[in-house]
């Protein structure tokens, strides 16, 4: 048996992505490439393993950058 997806709402999405409107926090969704459902109303809806899919590539990326730049070994001549 498989287990049920957790779905978040707008209100939910609204807190964890700091975007008070529905136009903003779809802008969001978008621009971090998480899919999303709306309802009726056209409020946003997705689910808890979309976001942390969309927000673990992105940590994973930015924690295999470097902090400063490497100085490079001075010649010996």
Known sequence: ???Q???LY???LFSIF????TPKLMKVLDSQGIK???D????PFTT???IEGALGS????SSTEPESPVESARSLS
């Open 10 to 12: 707008y209100r939910e």
């Open 48 to 50: 808890r393993v979309a």
């Open 58 to 61: 992105e940590s994973i990326v």
């Open 36 to 38: 999303y459902f709306t």
């Open 40 to 43: 009726a109303k056209g409020k």
């Open 18 to 21: 700091k975007a008070y409107t």
């Open 1 to 3: 048996m498989s287990a």
């Open 5 to 7: 997806p957790e779905y």
